[in-house]
């Protein structure tokens, strides 16, 4: 059975770690190594996990089964002064892929969600992750818009903005 649980402060370092094992799967066809590495630093670092809880308003979620943890996701209420919620990060173990994790974490963010008042749920992908994409639309997400970002070093987050209505 798998529990979604709140993240501790102490428990960022379970993110930091389940992120450097799932990245460079995910995007290994779709972003260099080194992009890799520097957005893995510049999210994932201590510090940057730290900052998006404490400053930020991320709460993060663990998607847990007995005493292994098999993957995570952020979100934040509210976001940007809108009825609307983020789902800033959501990754699951590659080897766990395909369990019904990932719609449980979406599902428990959801409920969040509604209890808030929030209309809608967003988040953005990759352009080029098909395989997310494709699972998002399953589950009841849309494109809303498109957007570039410039992250620094030279590199982009060349994203599709997914949204999905909530009932």
């Known amino acids: 059975m798998i529990d979604i649980i709140e993240a501790s402060p102490h428990q960022l370092s379970i993110v930091q770690k389940i992120a450097h094992q799932t990245w460079p799967v995910t995007f290994s066809n779709i972003l260099t190594p080194e992009q890799i590495k520097f957005m893995l630093n510049w999210m994932y670092d201590q510090k940057a996990l730290e900052q998006q809880v404490l400053e930020k ?36 173990l590659p080897g766990t ?11 428990h963010i959801k409920d969040i969600a509604f209890m808030n008042g929030d209309k809608y749920l967003y988040l953005n992908v990759n352009r080029f992750n098909e395989k997310a994409i494709s699972f998002y639309k399953h589950i009841g997400f849309y494109e809303a818009y498109r957007e570039v970002i ?16 909530i009932n």
Do not use: P, R, W
């Open 57 to 92: 308003g991320h709460v993060f979620l663990l998607a847990k089964e007995e005493d292994s943890f098999l993957g995570f996701a952020s979100y934040e209420v509210h976001c940007k002064e809108q009825e609307k919620t983020k789902i800033h990060k959501i990754y699951i």
């Open 97 to 107: 892929q395909g369990k019904g994790i990932g719609k449980k974490l979406i599902s």
């Open 150 to 165: 410039d992250i620094g070093n030279g590199f982009i987050m060349d994203d599709i903005v997914m949204e999905m209505k």
